[in-house]
T-cell receptor
Framework: SQKIEQNSEALNIQEGKTATLTCNYTNYSPAYLQWYRQDPGRGPVFLLLIRENEKEKRKERLKVTFDTTLKQSLFHITASQPADSATYLCALRSSGSARQLTFGSGTQLTVLP | GAGVSQSPSNKVTEKGKDVELRCDPISGHTALYWYRQSLGQGLEFLIYFQGNSAPDKSGLPSDRFSAERTGGSVSTLTIQRTQQEDSAVYLC?????????FGQGTRLTVV
């Protein structure tokens, strides 16, 4: 069956360090993978998209990598700040007939001052 | 409006009653999604509308759940004979191409 797994439910890091979040998937042929941020009581907000033929994408302090052989994406936040504390979700859209956007369960990141 | 609007923001209902949740997507967005999020959990896919195509209903948990999208715009998610396990935040999102824009959600509590 299709599955999207994010590395851990919670991740605590010290301010200034790099946070690395993992998204693994099975039985998908993704057209692209997205990362979203969700704050308590709010809907997710789009951060980055990476396509199946791309290895890496950057946006300010954010970096996403995509390895379709390993079936894994890594999401990095460099020089982390307490304001980066949130839940981060990865999402896949399959390239097949099932076109819905499917989300992982998320990783709750806490950046400690 | 500028974003996806959902109403009501909160709904408390008695077990066994029917509820309707509304989503106003961003104008011009052809894709619309409904998800359910239980406390501390990820997003559970419910249904997906894309243009005039038949909706993908594969995520609806039971036949008590249904959704429609009128005129390719506003969508209504209906839950009949609500149960306590239906308590969750129901999120709607719309998209024109890749990025999905979410509403604030409707928090449904079944008592």
């Amino acid at each position: 069956s299709q599955k999207i797994e994010q590395n851990s439910e919670a991740l605590n890091i010290q301010e200034g360090k790099t946070a690395t979040l993992t998204c693994n998937y099975t039985n998908y042929s993704p057209a692209y993978l997205q990362w979203y941020r969700q704050d308590p009581g709010r809907g997710p907000v789009f951060l980055l998209l990476i396509r199946e033929n791309e290895k890496e994408k950057r946006k300010e302090r954010l970096k996403v990598t995509f390895d379709t052989t390993l079936k894994q994406s890594l999401f990095h936040i460099t020089a982390s700040q307490p304001a980066d504390s949130a839940t981060y979700l990865c999402a896949l859209r399959s390239s097949g007939s099932a076109r819905q956007l499917t989300f992982g369960s998320g990783t709750q990141l806490t950046v400690l001052p | 409006g500028a974003g996806v609007s959902q109403s009501p923001s909160n709904k408390v209902t008695e077990k066994g009653k029917d509820v309707e949740l509304r989503c106003d997507p961003i104008s011009g967005h052809t894709a619309l999604y409904w998800y359910r999020q239980s406390l501390g959990q990820g997003l559970e896919f419910l249904i997906y509308f894309q243009g005039n195509s038949a909706p993908d209903k594969s995520g609806l948990p039971s036949d008590r759940f249904s959704a429609e999208r009128t005129g390719g715009s506003v969508s209504t998610l209906t839950i009949q004979r609500t149960q306590q396990e239906d308590s969750a935040v129901y999120l709607c999102a719309s998209s024109s191409r890749t990025e999905a824009f979410f509403g604030q959600g409707t928090r449904l509590t079944v008592v």
